[in-house]
């Protein structure tokens, strides 16, 4: 089962591109014109690479900090929009991509902790300086006499002598200045100005909202006796949960990011396994503090007049007309092609899970509830095989060591020494230095792996600079994830599908560190959000690749291998559960095209109803097979840059699942073609048409047939 990242992708749209113009007045009433030399912002890092100064950064240091930045934002963009002589790229285009540094120094570090390590006054700067952040966006993209000067460049564009990389950053600055509304009339940018900030604002509440809302959603058990099934690590980290929330002698079960929780494959309380997955579907669906229902259905709304303001149908239309998708119709196309034989699998499946319910004299039909659980009892009968017997073989700190960087090195040369001498932001977090195959310092890595009450859920990566070849700063990149924290003195011990999570996310960050172009704009991330997931959804592949797994799966206590029968078992039971798993999938993805679909003159929604709606007409409205987020949950679409595009997760596994064949049909994991996918695929970043890179790698376009082999759909 796929992980669900958030990438950097939504961030960098809006705060690593170019400072912008006049910012509006409220802004510059309020907005601080220095920063105190004190401040750890005020300057470039002193730390080996420029590693942020977590060792004496403050919460409070944020606000002055973000504010300071906006102020000097303002007067740098005023500099470029009426410099009296002519656009030059040099004094257009590259003096955008310098302006901002305060500000993008204090927000990359700040967007990772309100996501990562939160606080009440962090959660409170997020919501009352995203408006006005948006605010600074919009100043940029909607002034006319900035968008005069990129418009002049871009109608010279091929007589300049520009060179390609820089023609094609043109281009870029331009479509964006038009899809951000510089066309439009003075009295529709104010009405698009207004929008936005409510857009921005919302955004920011909807996502402190939702973490309440995840930590008020937590199952509460008195009585040990019913969480059998559970390891004894599960079991203890329940415990510590409960202690953390003064509820000694009881225990807390945490929830994760997703619908079904993964305790369900192993809880044999039928009744509480109901608890867990109703608490799981409730939050933010609760009349309450923590009802988001409200909310996404006024951010629908809002985005749906944005889109109408901008000549689109739908946001949807909006917003895909600068990804490799398009539009809409090719992305639910793509979607809803997959439904028939995903659903009729997940319906065999059902059956399978029905008829060993009955052998074993239940007397109850198939709840969704019950599916993990009786799944899992599927699989090791159909291949003799569960979770108990795999986790000895995956200690967290070895997957990482000899799997994940063992992968990385044999495909890429890249070398990895631990730096427990900068510091972090929160005592689990380990950093790495990043050697390239030259020996020379490529980036630094930041492993966050465990759950903890002020992180959100899921996993992701992201930068924590802005690194640019303009700026001689190579890349600081985080990967995050929920793993359970074990107890004191005991190993970390964790499934495969947690292992193929370590291995997704560091295909985001070998693409951060690799893509590190001379204009920050042209870095990887700021790729369109249907390419972004694929090369770490190509990583995962080398996560059973025999020569990297046999290194890494090793039992914790012994050190010996895998059993070969055990890996035989593992690799069959792999498509073991596929339908129920593209369903999920495919639902979420369709619920949000739906959701993006709606014109600007439709009623406000009711959450609960409009979802209902949207999953029977698509088709995917299995009772025992909710979709991987309900609505009000679906951190991705509201809050995370997501919106329209969620379909890039199967989008981007067309790509990886194609390319990882070429390397089938080529040798496989060789340094030879590690260096071959690097320099067409990963190394390029946004300099080029992604779909153009892709078949100069490929040598045509990609196949689905590639990703319903994976699958077992075919």
């Known amino acids: 089962m796929r992980s669900d990242n958030v990438t950097a992708a939504a961030l960098a749209a809006l705060f690593l591109l170019p400072a912008g113009l006049m910012v509006p007045p409220a802004f510059a009433a309020t907005a601080a014109a220095t920063l105190p030399t004190t401040s750890p912002f005020a300057s470039v890092s002193t730390l080996p690479f420029e590693a942020p100064p977590f060792n004496t950064v403050k919460d409070a240091d944020f606000l002055p900090a973000l504010e300071a930045g906006m102020a000097q934002l303002q007067t740098e963009s005023d500099a470029i929009a009426n410099n009296v002589a002519k656009p030059t790229f040099s004094n257009t285009i590259t003096a955008m991509e310098q302006s901002g540094q305060l500000l993008t120094r204090a927000q990359v570090l700040f967007q990772n902790l309100v996501s990562s390590n939160t606080s009440d006054t962090l959660d409170k700067v997020n919501q009352d300086e995203a408006p006005r952040l948006q605010a600074v966006n919009d100043a940029i993209f909607l002034n006319a006499k900035l968008f005069s000067r990129v418009k002049t460049l871009y109608g010279t564009r091929e007589t300049s002598g520009f060179s390609a990389n820089q023609k094609f950053l043109l281009q870029t600055y331009y479509k964006r200045f038009v899809h951000a509304g510089s066309l439009l009339s003075e009295a529709d940018k104010a009405k698009l100005t207004d929008i936005n900030g409510k857009i921005a604002g919302l955004q920011a509440q909807y996502q402190s909202r939702l973490l309440a809302a995840a930590n008020a959603a937590a199952v509460v058990v008195t009585d040990k006796a019913q969480l059998d099934g559970l390891s004894d690590a599960q079991i203890a980290a329940a415990a510590d949960a409960a202690k953390a929330r003064r509820l000694d002698g009881q225990y807390v079960l945490v929830l994760t990011n997703t619908t079904q929780q993964p305790i369900l494959a192993s809880l044999k309380n039928r009744q509480l396994r109901a608890r867990v997955l109703a608490s799981s579907e409730a939050r933010g669906d609760v009349a309450g503090a923590t009802d988001l229902r409200d909310m996404i259905a006024t951010l629908a709304n809002l985005r749906a007049q944005k889109a109408k303001l901008l000549g689109f149908s739908s946001y949807g239309g909006y917003v895909m007309v600068d990804q490799m998708a398009k539009n809409p119709e090719t992305a639910k196309k793509l979607l809803t092609d997959l439904v028939p034989a995903a659903t009729a699998k997940a319906k065999a499946e059902a059956g399978e899970i029905q008829s060993l319910i009955d052998a074993q004299k239940g007397g109850f039909n198939l709840a969704a509830y019950d599916w993990d659980f009786y799944a899992e009892q599927v699989r090791k009968a159909k291949y003799n095989l569960d979770d108990s017997q795999v986790k000895p073989y995956f200690e967290l700190n070895r997957v990482l060591q000899d799997g994940v960087f063992f ?200 959450p609960d109803v409009f979802e209902a709606a949207a999953l029977k007409k698509d088709g995917v409205d299995l009772a025992q097979v909710p979709p991987r987020y309900r609505s009000p949950y679906f951190l991705h679409i509201w809050a995370n840059g997501y919106e329209s595009n969620y379909y890039s997760y199967t989008w981007g596994e067309i790509l990886d699942d194609d390319a990882y064949e070429w390397f089938t049909e080529n040798g496989g994991l060789t340094r030879a073609n590690g260096q071959r996918f690097r320099d067409k695929m990963l190394g390029p970043g946004f300099t080029s048409d992604p779909m153009a890179l892709y078949r100069d790698f490929r040598g045509r376009d990609p196949s689905v047939k590639a990703l319903e082999r994976q699958r077992g759909l075919d």
């Open 407 to 606: 992968a990385a090195h044999k495909l890429y040369g890249l070398t990895f020494k631990l730096r427990p001498d900068l510091p972090v932001y929160n005592r689990d977090v380990k950093v790495f230095e990043v050697f390239d195959a030259d020996g020379q310092h490529l980036a630094l890595f930041y492993a966050d792996y465990f759950a903890r009450p002020n992180k959100s859920g899921g996993a992701w990566c992201n930068f924590m600079n802005q690194p640019s070849g303009l700026d001689r700063r190579k890349g600081i990149v985080v990967n995050v994830a929920n793993f359970t924290k074990p107890v004191a003195g005991q190993p970390a011990l964790i499934s495969y599908d947690d292992v193929n999570t370590m291995f997704h996310e560091f295909g985001h960050a070998l693409h951060a560190m690799m893509s590190v172009q001379y204009y920050p704009s042209q870095n990887g991330f700021n790729l369109p959000t249907d390419v972004i997931e694929f090369p770490s959804q190509f990583n995962e592949h080398w996560a059973l690749d025999p020569i990297v797994f046999a290194h890494y799966a090793r039992h914790y206590q012994t050190g010996a291998a895998m059993p070969a029968v055990l890996v035989d078992k593992m690799k069959a039971a792999r498509t073991y559960g596929m339908g129920y798993a593209t369903t999920e999938l495919i639902a979420a993805a369709l619920l949000d095209l739906e959701w993006h679909a709606l014109p600007a003159d439709a009623p406000q929604q009711d």
